[in-house]
């Protein structure tokens, strides 16, 4: 539990920690207007969960060696996007597996959605998008205010 801005702290810590004793690198690029509303514990666990299972597959399917993360807003919208340089995910298997499903579903919970795509860095980009609730009496992403 905590705020945006917080939570986004320690995923990219978390982040940081796993990956470099697997010698993979993170970039981690953030925009400085993020809003930074108080998140309900469950909305924080879906984007914490998201971004793990996002860096999971990068390392464990796609053999990634270097992993972006873009964190933005635009509107009223927080945009995460994870890329590897790994082997990129074969077209019939986006969606195929239980990660991927649990990850949709998560997105779903916030009332986002979350799309694969061919990577800029040669592997596979995951782009989450969700709704940032307001800063001042907020509900969450998951819950219109």
Aim: net charge negative; charged share 25%; aromatic share 2%.
């Amino acid at each position: 539990e905590g705020s945006l801005l917080e939570i986004l702290a320690q995923i990219r810590d978390e982040m940081e920690q796993r990956l470099d004793t697997m010698g993979v690198a993170l970039i981690w690029q953030q925009t400085a207007d993020i809003p930074d509303p108080d998140l309900p514990e469950a909305d924080a666990l879906h984007l914490y969960r998201i971004a793990r299972e996002a860096i999971t597959n990068g390392v464990r399917h796609a053999e990634a060696s270097r992993i972006r993360v873009r964190v933005s807003a635009a509107a009223d919208l927080l945009l995460i996007d994870f890329t590897d340089d790994g082997e990129g995910m074969p077209p019939g298997r986006v969606g195929a597996g239980r990660g991927t499903a649990s990850m949709r579903q998560r997105a779903e919970e916030l009332h986002g959605d979350i799309d694969w795509n061919p990577g800029t860095e040669g592997g596979t980009k995951v782009v989450l998008r969700v709704p940032i609730p307001p800063s001042e009496g907020g509900a969450g992403p998951g819950i219109p205010a």
